[in-house]
C-alpha cells in the first residue's frame, strides 16, 4: 500500500514511538510531589519546552489539550480574562476556508460568528477583514479573528503576519492554526504577531489525541473549557495524557531539526508527482499552484472524476489519498474550500499529501494508478 495522506495523520514517527515506549514504563501521576510524580513531571516539562521550541514560544505559555479541535473549542469564546479581569469578546471572524474546528465558532453563538471570503487563489481576502474590522462595534467587545497558516486542502500558506497586523491595528485578537504549518513551514508566534497559536501532535509524527494551545503572554487567557483539578496551571483540567504529550514532544523536536532537510526532498516528489499527471492527463487542474504552497500537498481535479468515485479508486490500487473535505466523520462531500475560491466544488477533487518517509517508489506507484483512472474516466463533456 501508498499511504499519501499525511495530512489527515502522519503515521507515528520513530522519535515519538521511542519516547513513548520509555513513558508507558513510568508510573506516576505528574501532578503527585513523590519521586514518582516528580519523573512524569520531567518528562511532561520536557515535552512543553519542545512543543514550545516548534512554534518560537515560551514553554510556561503551552497548555497541553487533547487535540487541535479541543484547543480551538478552548480559545474560540467570547469569555476572555486580562489578568484577573474578565473581557468579552463580541465576534468572531473566521476565514472562509478554516477547518471545521475553528469554522464551527468553538463557544460563540453562530449568530456572533461572520466568515471572511478568500479570493479565488484561496488566500484569505485582507481588504475584505479590513472591511470588517472596521466596521466592527468595539463598545460590544473585541474582535477575534482566526486565520489558518497553511490550509489542509491546498496546502495553501495564508498572510497570517499582514491579518494579524490589521487585527491588531483595531484591537483584536488573533488566533492561528498551525496545524498543517508546523513541520512543513518555520512556525514563530511572536513573528506571525499571533497571540494564540494551535497544533496537534499527529499531523507532525506524534500520537492522536494530543495537542496544544499555545499563547503569546499569560496574561490574556479564555476561560477554561474544561475545569476540575486545576492541571495546566488551570486552563486545562485532569490528569495529562501523559504518553501522548511525551510523544508529542518528541515528535515536535524531531519536526525541528529535520523539517528544512525533509522539505526540498518532499518537494521534489510533488513537482515529480504534478509533472507525472500532467503527462498523463493535460486537463488535469491543480489548484493553487500559483500561490505560496507548502511543499508536501497536491489538490486537483481530474475533470469527469468525483471525489468519492477517485478516493474509491485509488484506494483499489492501493493508493490511500483523500478528497480535500474528508475531514473525520468519513464522509466524501463537496469541498467548502473549493466552494470558497468559487470553483464548482462538484467537480470533485482529490488531494494527495506527503510525509519525510514518502518516496520515489511511492510516487511513481501514486503516478500508475493516476494514469489507469484517468484513462477510464467517464466523461460527459468533450474534454479528452
Ligand atoms: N486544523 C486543521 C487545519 C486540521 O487539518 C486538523 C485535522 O484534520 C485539525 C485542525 C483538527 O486537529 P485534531 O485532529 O488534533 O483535532
Redesign the pocket.
Known amino acids: 500500500r501508498t499511504y499519501l495522506d499525511w495530512?489527515?495523520t502522519a503515521p507515528l514517527g520513530a522519535p515519538a514511538r521511542a519516547a513513548m515506549m520509555e513513558a508507558l514504563l513510568l508510573p506516576g501521576n505528574a501532578s503527585s510531589v513523590h519521586g514518582e510524580g516528580r519523573a512524569a513531571r520531567t518528562a511532561v516539562d520536557k515535552a512543553r519546552r519542545q512543543v514550545a521550541a516548534l512554534v518560537g514560544a515560551e514553554p510556561v505559555h503551552v497548555t497541553f489539550t487533547s487535540?487541535?479541535?479541543?484547543a480551538?473549542n478552548h480559545v474560540l469564546t467570547p469569555e476572555f480574562r486580562m489578568g484577573r479581569a474578565p473581557l468579552k469578546v463580541s465576534r468572531l471572524y473566521v476565514s472562509a476556508i478554516e477547518?471545521p474546528?475553528?469554522r464551527e465558532g468553538g463557544r460563540f453563538d453562530p449568530a456572533d460568528v461572520t466568515e471572511v471570503a478568500v479570493t479565488s487563489d484561496g488566500v484569505v481576502d485582507l481588504a475584505a477583514l479590513e472591511t470588517m474590522l472596521a466596521a466592527h462595534d468595539r463598545s460590544a467587545g473585541m474582535p477575534m479573528v482566526a486565520v489558518?497558516l497553511v490550509n489542509?486542502e491546498t496546502g495553501i500558506i495564508q498572510p497570517v503576519e499582514e491579518a494579524a497586523a490589521l487585527v491588531h491595528a483595531h484591537g483584536g485578537l488573533m488566533v492561528v492554526?498551525a496545524?498543517?504549518a508546523a513541520d512543513r513551514v518555520s512556525v514563530d508566534i511572536a513573528a506571525l504577531d499571533a497571540d494564540f497559536l494551535?497544533v496537534?501532535s499527529?499531523?507532525i509524527g506524534g500520537p492522536?489525541g494530543v495537542?496544544a494551545l499555545v499563547s503569546r503572554g499569560e496574561v490574556l487567557m479564555p476561560k477554561p473549557l474544561i475545569r476540575g483539578g486545576g492541571q495546566e496551571k488551570g486552563h486545562r483540567s485532569g490528569t495529562e495524557n501523559f504518553h501522548a504529550v511525551v510523544g508529542f514532544g518528541a515528535a515536535a523536536e524531531a519536526a525541528l531539526h529535520e523539517f528544512g532537510d525533509r522539505n526540498g526532498r518532499i518537494a521534489a516528489l510533488r513537482d515529480r508527482l504534478e509533472v507525472g499527471m500532467r503527462e498523463r492527463a493535460s486537463d488535469v487542474m491543480i489548484h493553487g499552484e500559483n500561490v505560496a504552497r507548502v511543499a508536501n500537498t497536491s489538490f486537483f481535479t481530474l475533470p469527469g472524476l468525483k471525489s468519492e468515485t477517485g478516493q474509491i479508486a485509488f484506494d483499489l490500487e492501493g493508493v490511500a489519498l483523500s478528497s480535500g473535505s474528508a475531514?473525520?466523520s468519513g464522509k466524501v462531500g463537496e469541498s467548502h474550500v473549493l466552494t470558497a475560491m468559487g470553483r464548482d466544488p462538484k467537480l470533485g477533487a482529490l488531494r494527495i499529501s506527503l510525509g519525510p518517509e514518502t518516496t520515489e517508489d511511492d510516487i511513481d506507484r501514486a503516478l500508475a494508478a493516476f494514469g489507469k483512472i484517468a484513462g477510464r474516466r467517464k466523461l460527459t463533456g468533450e474534454a479528452a
Do not use: L, R, W
Not at 67 to 70: K, L, N, R, S, Y
Open positions: 495530512n489527515a487535540g487541535a479541535t479541543e480551538a477547518h474546528s475553528i489558518m489542509n492554526d496545524v498543517q494551535i496537534s499527529h499531523k492522536k495537542g475531514c473525520s
